[in-house]
């Protein structure tokens, strides 16, 4: 039980990957989309993040051949994988306001 939740907490914790992943979902295709759509993360650590993502075959960056040259990132079917994962942080996260807070 231990090490397949390490596995996972190494491919999706910090900070920012549910994030930008969330945010990629959401429409956000360019790298300046992404950092505007997500608060207080810092363009360093985007590009650092995206490609992190990237090597663990969650999203996908296409570059287009034009000027000037044109970067998009989509989230890969295996990415969508999390979904439930998300949802029940999510859920988790509401309930986790409303006891600590008591709204």
Do not use: Q
């Not at 390490?6 to 994030?19: A, F, N, P, Y």
């Not at 985007?46 to 969650?58: I, S």
């Amino acid at each position: 039980m231990m090490m397949p939740v390490r596995d996972t907490l190494d491919v999706i914790s910090g900070k920012w990957k549910l994030m930008i992943l969330i945010s990629i979902s959401a429409g956000n295709k360019r790298f300046r989309e992404i950092e505007r759509s997500i608060p207080k993360i810092n363009s360093k650590v985007l590009a650092k993040e995206l490609k992190d993502l990237e090597e663990h075959k969650l999203i996908k960056r296409t570059v287009f051949d034009d000027y000037p040259v044109l970067i998009e990132y989509t989230i890969l079917p295996y990415a969508e994988s999390l979904g439930d994962v998300i949802k029940a942080l999510s859920d988790w996260g509401i309930n986790h306001r409303k006891y600590i807070h008591g709204e």
